[in-house]
T-cell receptor
């Protein structure tokens, strides 16, 4: 069975601090994809990144960076110099093609609050 | 502007009533999905559709029904059989479903959601 664990339920930081959101996943498949989504208070999920299981290169996009480590089954997300607008719930998700029953398996999310 | 629209933003259901949530996309995506989100929880898949006139049950399909008569539209009906319908409902779409694309990597894009409340 697939599983995504986001152990941090809530994180609170002060603006300009760096913050890392943890994501640990479980799957028996060799081909899988990992995603991060942001859910601001408005409710809509905003896609941030997709990573496939064969690409372990870390990625940086502006203040966002992602660290994918297959050895520890982790796909952590770091926000550098956090801003108030980063306040949201962040979801990590996993998909694979086991049994051709494709779906996204979501973690329960981490609520990030960035205080001015 | 291309995107996914959901209506209404808020919906109230009376006891024993069926209600239908609308989801429309103009992204020319083949696959569409319905998820349910409860407070403090991740999203759970209700139904998904890879192509027109075909759809599959997700993890929590009981008490829900869908149709996919047009590529752009994937309405969700919450029936009276759904005993705990209060939740936030999110619709998503992706360019191709996993089976057609040969893999699960297509990114899903989400609509703004509908909040369903029971009177």
């Amino acid at each position: 069975a697939q599983k995504v664990t986001q152990a941090q339920t809530e994180i609170s930081v002060v603006e300009k601090e760096d913050v890392t959101l943890d994501c640990v996943y479980e799957t028996r498949d060799t081909t899988y994809y990992l995603f991060w989504y942001k859910q601001p208070p408005s409710g809509e999920l905003v896609f941030l990144i997709r990573r496939n299981s064969f690409d372990e290169q870390n990625e940086i996009s502006g203040r966002y960076s992602w660290n994918f480590q297959k050895s520890t089954s982790s796909f952590n997300f770091t926000i550098t110099a956090s801003q108030v607008v980063d306040s949201a719930v962040y979801f990590c998700a996993l998909s694979s093609d086991r049994g051709s029953n494709y779906k996204l398996t979501f973690g329960k999310g981490t609520l990030l609050t960035v205080n001015p | 502007d291309g995107g996914i629209t959901q209506s209404p933003k808020y919906l109230f259901r009376k006891e024993g009533q069926n209600v239908t949530l609308s989801c429309e996309q103009n992204l020319n995506h083949d696959a569409m999905y319905w998820y349910r989100q409860d407070p403090g929880q991740g999203l759970r898949l209700i139904y998904y559709s890879q192509i027109v006139n075909d759809f599959q049950k997700g993890d929590i399909a009981e008490g829900y029904s869908v149709s996919r008569e047009k590529k752009e539209s994937f309405p969700l009906t919450v029936t009276s059989a759904q005993k705990n319908p209060t939740a936030f409902y999110l619709c998503a779409s992706s360019m191709m479903g996993a089976i057609l694309a040969g893999g699960p990597g297509e990114t899903q894009y989400f609509g703004p959601g509908t909040r369903l409340l029971v009177l």
